[in-house]
């Protein structure tokens, strides 16, 4: 009996790889070193070790998100060769078009990531299976005006479409203690708007996805799912997955309740520490970024 036959009598677990940190861009070598041993052990956030299977047989979906997948699309640590072991890969791709800016210093240019959707999409094996993150929309203030990155949200759109994609999440950026001291030390004079000003931007973003036919997803931000156009996001679904699924094969569909109350993720297992500190530096990150 195959190890895959073996796991059928049980539901098979989602692989999140990860929210924590970019494992894709920056740790393929401690990602691949997992794949291949099979077994990954992870410091979580509660500072308790824990060790994740990683067993072909007993994974249901490889959920993978990232700022940057180049390394994965040129096999990178053979990271692409090993995650061909598994039945389905789903990628989320966060793409903010701030790329390469104080904001994003560490991240790809905008045209560098839109470049990377082809070959996403050969390597998940249909659109469906990558999902864009425009997330997170983020304000600011320079030369006496208020900034956003809004106005790239129309190119990606367009790539999305051409590309077959249908699903594209966002948030609002949220300015937590750790995130608005390190702008200040860049000298960044981010801005929180009022709830009317986001819900303006919304009406933007939504007018925009439906001259494309995208969906809009709301990630852990009720105020922005309850808005004209928009629903509220499960960035790991299970009932996605099992859909997607070559075999159709079930998996859990309960709440990730360690995930914050507003998040609609159903449950993972993600094998990302926060002690992984990742060089994308972005200023809003909640995380552990290397901001030099």
Not at 127 to 152: I, M, Q
């Amino acid at each position: 009996m195959s190890l895959k036959e073996s796991c059928q009598g049980s539901v098979r677990r989602v692989i999140s790889a990860s929210r924590r940190t970019d494992l894709a861009a920056h740790f393929p070598e401690w990602l691949a070193g997992a794949l291949a041993a099979e077994r990954a052990d992870v410091l979580g956030p509660s500072g308790c070790l824990y060790s994740a299977d990683l067993r072909p047989g007993s994974v249901h979906t490889l959920v993978l998100w990232s700022k940057d997948f180049s390394g994965l699309i040129a096999d990178r640590c053979s990271l692409r060769t090993l995650l061909g072991q598994y039945d389905q890969l789903y990628l989320l791709f966060t793409v903010t078009g701030l790329g390469g800016t104080v904001i994003e210093s560490g991240v790809p240019s905008p045209e560098a990531a839109l470049d990377q959707i082809p070959e996403l999409v050969a390597l998940a094996g249909q659109p469906r299976r990558l999902s864009l993150r425009f997330d997170p929309v983020v304000f600011w203030n320079e030369s006496g005006k208020t900034r956003s990155n809004l106005a790239f949200f129309p190119k990606l759109a367009a790539r999305a479409a051409a590309e077959g994609l249908v699903d594209v999440r966002i948030s609002m950026a949220q300015w937590y203690g750790k995130a608005k001291r390190r702008a200040a030390r860049k000298g960044f004079d981010y801005v929180d708007p009022a709830l009317e000003m986001k819900l303006e931007a919304a009406g933007q973003l939504a007018g925009t996805a439906a001259s494309f036919k995208l969906n809009l997803f709301s990630c852990s931000q009720d105020f922005l799912a309850e808005a004209p156009g928009f629903r509220p996001s499960a960035c790991i679904d299970g009932a996605l997955l099992r859909e997607l699924h070559p075999d159709g094969a079930p998996v859990s569909l309960n709440k990730d309740r360690s995930q914050r109350p507003e998040c609609g993720c159903t449950e993972s297992v993600d094998i990302g520490s926060y002690v992984q500190s990742c060089p994308h530096a972005c200023l809003y990150c909640y995380a552990n970024p290397k901001t030099g």
